[in-house]
């Protein structure tokens, strides 16, 4: 019976999700989830919230019993970058091994987040969907958002506040103590000694605070479980390879606008021009007839949300004549991250023949077969 009711209230809650996320514009509504909704399900024992941050940035703050994958080292390469399953971004065993390792079983529901900006969740995304994971959701404004609509990290940061004003008062104090020979010493010392006490309350409170945040410090805490990969289930349509991203390339170069291809470069112009090589690739540069468009134009900065609403995000693929009926590559450094961000957002628009270039400059620039421009 608990079973049963755990099961309608996951149901409901993404009913209540999918209505939010129309408001926004969104064509596919099974995709983003809000942090109002999200927030329920923290503690249910068939979901996982996976932080797609890095290890570092996990121990500083994660949604309390997730899990890291970090999602630069979801794609997995060798040293010369090749990726010896592609264009999955792991071999099968291994990708079993890691993600049974996280203590995801095939039956959770996935939410994958980041601190907001979106690229390392929808990596995470990307990586469980294009392995037949149905199940998968991006917490659309990440740890920030979750911390938004949680009532103990308000009242968390109102007495750090208050903790702040008076140890800079004391501070004040102190050196007025020291300096001024005017002054009531012995009403200053009476305000130091208070303003001990205070701090020493207000620490009290945090501590007893800080037991029920929803976003927490500390380590990863994992059991593993089994899971398994069904290779009829892996989804293909949604990632691809370097042979297809240079068939992609050879018809724009021939056919210009009037290509049924269009491959996204979502890096920054410093990687785009070559001046900025990332570690262990040999060249820096672009794919030919690459469209480039930074991937923080889809990204909402303003309102620390993953995802622009839906007109904003379509004026952004318009503006560059990205259009509904065209075959859609998207690569960054290593797949799942600002490549993965773009590919979801195209989703969100309702756009189908949208695929992550897993390898992509990592693959691509240690290639000395494939052509680049500078």
Request: hydrophobic share 35%; aromatic share 8%.
């Amino acid at each position: 019976m608990n079973r049963l009711l755990k099961t309608l209230c996951v149901a409901a809650s993404l009913s209540a999700t999918t209505i939010l996320m129309a408001a926004d514009g969104y064509k596919n509504n099974n995709i983003l989830i809000s942090a109002e909704e999200a927030v329920k399900l923290i503690g249910n024992p068939k979901v996982m919230f996976v932080s797609g941050d890095s290890e570092d940035i996990y121990k500083l703050g994660h949604i309390k019993g997730s899990v890291e994958m970090y999602a630069h080292h979801l794609h997995h390469s060798d040293i010369t970058g090749e990726m010896h399953c592609a264009p999955l971004y792991r071999c099968v065993d291994d990708a079993e091994k890691y993600i049974g390792s996280k203590g995801i079983s095939n039956d959770m529901m996935i939410i994958a987040y980041d601190d907001y900006k979106g690229p390392n969740a929808t990596g995470v995304y990307s990586f469980f969907t294009s392995f037949g994971h149905k199940n998968v959701k991006v917490l659309n404004g990440g740890r920030n958002a979750m911390m938004a609509v949680d009532p103990a990290q308000k009242e968390y940061n109102e007495l750090n506040s208050q903790l702040k004003e008076i140890k800079k008062t004391q501070k004040a104090d102190k050196e007025a103590l020291k300096k001024d020979a005017n002054v009531d010493k012995e009403a200053l010392k009476a305000s130091i000694a208070k303003a001990d006490n205070d701090i020493k309350t207000l620490q009290a409170k945090m501590t007893e605070v800080e037991k029920q945040l929803l976003v927490v410090k500390g380590d990863e805490v994992d059991t593993p479980k089994k899971y398994t990969i069904d290779p009829k289930k892996i989804d293909y349509s949604v990632i691809a390879g370097k042979e297809e991203v240079q068939h992609a390339m050879e018809d724009i170069l021939k056919n210009g606008k009037n290509s049924k291809y269009v491959i996204i470069d979502s890096r920054g112009m410093a990687e785009i021009i070559g001046e900025r090589k990332m570690d262990n690739v040999a060249r820096g540069g672009h794919v030919p007839g690459a469209t480039f468009i930074e991937w923080s134009q889809i990204s909402d900065a303003d309102k620390k949300l993953s995802f622009k609403p839906a007109a904003d995000i379509q004026a952004v693929y318009d503006k560059y004549g990205i259009t509904k009926d065209k075959t859609i590559y998207a690569y960054c450094h290593v797949g799942a991250g600002r490549s993965s961000e773009h590919i979801t957002a195209l989703q969100l628009l309702g756009y189908k023949n949208v695929k992550v270039f897993t390898g992509s400059w990592d693959v691509w620039g240690n290639d000395m077969n494939l052509p680049i421009k500078r």
